[in-house]
């Protein structure tokens, strides 16, 4: 009895320190579901994007606004402008672009351009080619945004993802003397339209207190010009001569609205008129137009055209005569160069400042897409370029163009203007350099050298005194008396 009763003890201290070492079943369930809520939020983390953050430093940065900083930072986060100005906060895990000594501006935009998307149809999520050579000489130029059959379209390399910012923000509408049928038409479309939308006002006032008011009829009442008249749309027009442009001036009066006078030759004599009406003028300062000779009044081009409209309260737009790309034309007249036509109407008196917004900000207004480009200012797109001189000198180079908080072009890379002018030394960061495919492995030393490269091989200055003493004055008398008197007279009666 006693051995069993020793055995059964030894049995229980055996199952206890078995149960001791062996942790618990719940333990166990507990530490699986530990790891699997581990598992899944780190898988969550991986998952979630990473904030890209994208910045230009050092830079003259002229915002678009009229301001100018010097020395600036422009800092984006995934696209997206997040400060602009000095001591600006750099995350470590930024991509930096150094461009000290250089200026900085907002990307161009071009309100017509003509084959820069190498589009084949009207679908253009589907169609844009983002390989397209004319879409990288337009980079090339400055040029981040494009306005297409009245679409404003983004330019971004090699990707075609939200490409498109606006549809249909304009509309072109016939109105002038020559087609008088067609004016007296739209007069009309906007009379219902506006009868309307004051019969409608009304109906929303007086329905508080009379719930059974019936909603008025918008049967004939043309879209195009209810859109135009609620500002939803801009009315387009084509109209170079003084007669034209007074009507569409008084027409916008008449009406209520703000027109976009594409030509606008003789502005200059109606300035004040258009201006009244708050137009838009879509210009080409170097336009030739001889004025009417039997007429007596001011008619005719001048080069002093768009800073006189601009006097008088109206917004300008500069194109070129040309809004396709023209490699074989004559230099600056197509849509590559949108800063030389700038410049002729700077020529004719327009400020610095007027002509850099008639390529910027003002024909982002025309296309309905200025909250995000236009001006390098908090919350919009980081579209901006950077040149080695004055916007508006024609011997200025883009260095770099960026769309959306990326490098879309640098001129060192490219096959177009990398051979002129090249820069001394890449200043773009090792961050931005990856991103490039190079790497930023330091060659060894002496690797593609030949020996009369290398700087130790070259002569000390302690060396050429010791050399011109001993070899001079040595060599010069041995050669002159020994080689010149002996050899002349063997030769000759050997020749003979």
Known sequence: MKLAHRFRALGALALAALSFLAPPAFAQDGDKKEGDKKDEAAKDKKDEKQDE??????????????????????????????????????????????????????????????????????????????????????????????GQSNTALKLKRRDIKNVVLRERFLATLSFTNSNPSGKLEW?????????????????????????????????????????????????????????????????????????????????????????????????????????????????????????????????????????????????????????????FAVRGGLSDQAALESITIVPARLLGVSHKVGSLEKGKDCDLIVLDGDVMHYQSLVQYTVVEGKLAYDKSAELFYAHIRPRPSDQLAPEARQDKGESDEKPAEGAGETPGDKPEEAPKPEDKPEDKPEDKPEDKPEDKPEDKPEDKPEDKPKDG
């Open 53 to 146: 953050w994208f910045a230009v430093t050092g830079g003259d940065v002229y915002t678009g606004t009229g301001a100018v900083l010097r020395g600036a930072t422009v800092l984006s986060k995934n696209g997206v402008i997040e400060a602009v100005g000095h001591e600006v906060e750099i995350p470590a895990e930024a991509k930096t672009l150094d461009a000290t000594g250089q200026r900085v501006y907002p990307g161009l935009v071009a309100i017509n351009s003509n084959g820069l998307f190498g589009m084949t149809s009207g679908d253009f999520a589907d169609s844009v080619d983002p390989y397209n050579q004319r879409m990288l000489l337009a980079l090339a130029s400055g040029i981040t945004t494009a």
């Open 187 to 343: 007069v009309e479309k906007f009379d219902r339209a506006a009868r309307y939308l004051r019969e409608y006002r009304d109906w929303e006032e007086k329905k508080r207190e009379q719930k059974d008011l019936k909603e008025p009829s918008s049967s004939g009442v043309d879209s195009t010009a209810k859109a135009i008249l609620e500002g939803r749309v801009m009315a387009r027009f084509n109209a170079t001569r003084r007669g034209d442009l007074l009507e569409v001036a008084r027409l916008a009066q008449r009406f209520g609205f703000r027109p976009v006078i594409d030509g606008c030759v003789e502005g200059w004599t109606v300035a004040d008129e258009l201006g009244r009406a708050g137009a838009y003028a879509v210009v080409t300062p170097r336009d030739r137009r001889d004025k009417e000779e039997q007429l007596v009044r001011d008619g005719g081009s001048s080069i002093e055209n768009a800073a006189i409209l601009h006097r008088s309260g109206v917004q300008v737009c500069v194109i070129p005569s040309s809004t396709g790309v023209d490699l074989g034309g004559i230099a600056g007249r197509d849509i590559l160069h949108l800063p030389i036509e700038a410049g």
